[in-house]
């Protein structure tokens, strides 16, 4: 069956940059993009962006622009979330998703970031 | 984009009907039948319940219902039981491959 087994919780200091990583096994890589999505502490879910593995295309939502970066490795069968210049508001539960079709079928256990000094 | 507008909480006793709404606009919610609904028990990972405003994933009980009229989507989740208590979410297709979410809403069983 599909899963998403995302990396362990990180603390970073507020500046630092963070990577969380997202490997998917029971499918075939290529076939889903994946998407990134945060939950801050009392927050709603928030998207942003994803990654087409099947073509390399990437879109990022406004609100992260220049600070995240999506990658793929389709050797391992994983993706990344590389957010930089932390911030307190940073703090969250990082999420990855496969899309099929506009809609979020299966999802990462969730990755906990918390940024503090 | 903003996100999405849902009430912040909806009560009901069990075996009753409730529906939760989320407001859009024309560019997200209102132009497209592209609107997804997801359950989050704190601690785990969101699960798919709606997608394409009115479809329910294999699986995923009857009690839960989409519908859309405009610029709002609904979520009817009938016959409440104790487990429905959860944070339910929608989610829209924006245009320009973007997706927006919206903030939230906290079902309790009473």
């Known amino acids: 069956q599909v899963q998403l087994v995302q990396s362990g919780a990180e603390v970073k200091e507020p500046g630092a940059s963070v990577k969380v990583f997202c490997k998917a096994s029971?499918?075939?890589?290529?076939?889903?993009?994946i998407h990134w999505v945060r939950q801050a502490p009392g927050q709603s879910l928030e998207w942003m962006g994803w990654?087409?593995?099947?073509?390399?295309?990437?879109k990022y939502s406004q609100r992260f622009k220049g600070r995240v970066t999506i990658t793929t490795d389709t050797s391992a069968s994983t993706a990344y979330m590389d957010l930089s210049s932390l911030r307190s508001e940073d703090t969250a539960v990082y999420y990855c998703?496969?899309?099929?079709?506009?809609?979020?079928?299966?999802w990462g256990q969730g990755t906990l970031v918390t940024v503090s000094s | 984009q903003s996100a999405l507008t849902q009430p912040a909480s909806v009560s009901g006793s069990p075996g009753q009907s409730i529906t939760i709404s989320c407001t859009g606009t024309s560019s997200d919610v209102g132009n497209y039948n592209l609107v997804s609904w997801y359950q989050h028990y704190p601690g785990k990972a969101p699960t798919l319940i709606i997608y394409d405003v009115t479809k329910r994933p294999s699986g995923v009980s009857n009690r839960f219902s989409g519908s859309k009229s405009g610029n709002t989507a609904s979520l009817t989740i009938s016959g409440l039981q104790a487990e429905d208590e959860a944070d339910y979410y929608c989610c829209s297709y924006a245009g320009d491959y973007t997706w927006v979410f919206g903030g939230g809403t906290k079902v309790t069983v009473l």
């Open positions: 998703a496969t899309e099929e079709s506009y809609y979020y079928h299966f």
């Open positions: 029971g499918y075939t890589f290529t076939n889903y993009v």
């Open positions: 990654f087409n593995v099947g073509n390399g295309n990437i």
